[in-house]
């Protein structure tokens, strides 16, 4: 971003430079007797002295001690630049940035803990009213700004009052998972990947994040991912099409996402949705006896949502099997579990047309609604699978709201 | 007249006998014209070429290519507006072929023209041109999000053309998908219907393109009517249950004929660049789904452009499958299970060329 001023604006802000030096000498002539008439304490004095022994560091440090932080700011915004200059150091200088940064830190810390979730919240909001209006592009930018503020939520935590922290933490884990979330919706693999990383360093053993990553590789071994990759990484033809490449990619990327999903069972056994999608990896990866046996574990406890979309791979398990029959209790399964659900009706239907019973199958077509149900709460859950967990954002943007205006 | 029928009264033993020989003289008297019109039957069996689509290949060959099992009568075929739904059987094979020559279709050929070779073995065929029989049509248009706008007015706008181009007895159904499918109008004779549903159709959300011809695969040809599936898509599939490699199988079993138009990233080069078989991702491999399903069943991809030449593409569709030649026979000497290979040759017309299924699973 380049900002222009006006020659008008310029001139103000050299006049504004040479306040500085007025105040200083104005300080440095008249400290006693105003501080005496204002109660201004030692510290200040400290500064006046130490100024003028030409110990700059000492100066600052002393300014950095003054007691009210109005002051504090003050001294080292008028007298910094002029310090600096007498201490004649880039050393110094760079400390006295700092120590100008700590102050302000300081000063904001406290109303940051509020207004920094605050504005995450509101561009949260933005960005998913826009996302529904159809203004992709807007929301991807309020989701971006969303990610610069949770940034600097980091940066502040340490600057807090010890027991304002972990309400703060859980804040700021909340919406980088909403974050996350949306990213997924927008099939954003990239940005979630550059935010991954840090997010489990920030919240080790955190089976959220650790389930988004597994998202994150089981995604990228999807062809139309694969195919995107390898006309980037491989720009030249080889002998074989990519074909190797592309087997080893998928590969390579199903291992790391059946590591994340285990990872995450290991730190919440109970994550329904996280057993869910390593039986489709195994799945993928031909490993059809694991996969049955980890879908299994899926009984009645677990949402309805997670059981139809168990009793889906489970049936499309018993397809490659060559098991037709139970395949096709497996969708009917599936399908009282969730009556909306259409992707188990058309696989249903599918398998019906092939054994020849075309009236059956013609049937459970005909019996799809005549306008397409939106991709809310109800929708099929297998519309949302590859969105990943794009079906919480709404829930968790609510409780969210709720938690800060509390 | 109106009265209750008279109570049946039993005859008399010698009234009975007489009967009896009555009816013997009949099956006598009637017994050697019988044979030679078995014979006749026969006869003109083994020649094999034929128009008439009840000699040669017996009586489960229905009129207007309705898929039947054997012991089906033509009797009970014969009203087209009342017919059954049977059973899917490869008892009899039907081709939809259209014939090009110079781009142009070939509209008068007769049986003797055809030859069609089933696994590499010649068979018996009957062949009937599609004219203006009825037909089913089955829209399947793609309402996702990337076609909002311009681009979905005219879809819609092409779709009304189609309809239009329809005559009184054709039958057609309207099936939008995106992220979720929505059987908008089943298979009807009511255009004001369709015309209605195709007003209310917005575009919002992601491509199932695979769920959707499946879909509509099993909503077709369970009338024995000749069915032509029109698929309409922008982009790649992003959403479906189904692999492509499913609806491929789905589609070999099928009779339905199915073109597709498209535009932007749909309108891909056909395969090529991974050879098949080489990799694991090709069965996954949506990106070029219509490109494989058209050729599987006969059908043909039409470039809609950006959406300026969407209505005469869709009209263009349907006159074409009106130009195709409905070709039946019974398999011979072809009984295995699995994939057969069929070929249509030309006897004449040599620089014509044929576009027709190019095999079927059983």
Redesign the interface.
Known sequence: VVSIESPRRTQNADARHATPSVVALFALLFAPALAAAQGVTSPYLELVWRYRAGDTVGALTAAAALPTEGLRARVLRDLGPYLCEKAGGVRDCDQLRRRQLGVYRQRVAPLLKVALPAAVLLHLHASTSLDLSGARDAGRAHRNLVRVLLDRMGEIEGDLDPADVPRFHEQRRRAHLLIVWLLQSDLAVDAIDEDLPGLRRAFPDDADFLLASGWVDETRARPMFLRNRLSLSQPTATVDGGARWLDRERTFRLTRAATFYRQTLAVRPSYAEARVRLGRVLFLQNRLDAARSVLAEIDASAEPRFRYLAAMFGAAIDERAQRAPAAKRGYEAAMRLWPAGQAARIALGRLLARDGDRASAAALIAALPIEPPPLDAAADPWAWYYLGQAWRIEPSFLALRADLRK | MTGEAPPRQALPRTAIASRRIGLVRRVVWFAPFAIVVVGVGLIAASAGATDNRFAGAGNHLRPFGATVSQGATPEALATQDQRP?????VDVVRLDALVLDGGRPVTDLTARDFEVLDNGVPQRIAVERLGDSPIDVVLALD?S?SV?GRLLERLTAAAGALVDALSDRDRVAL??????????A?LTEDRARVRL?LA?VRA???TSVV?AL?????????NGRPTLLLVFSDG?D??S??TPA?LL??AR??EVVIDGVVVGSASLPPPG???PG?????P????RILHRVTAATGGQLLDGSRGERLSSAFVEAVRSFRQRYEITYSPAGAPTPGWHAIEVRLKRHRGATVRARPGYLR
């Open positions: 739904s049977f059973r899917t059987s309402t999000g909002a099936l939008t998908f995106s992220h979720s499918l929505a059987l908008r089943p549903a209310g919002a959300g992601a769920d499946s879909a509509a695969l099993s909503l077709s040809g369970t790649v992003t959403a249950w189904l499913q199988d789905q079993r099928s660049r991974i050879p080489q990799s694991t991702m090709e996954d491999d949506s990106e």
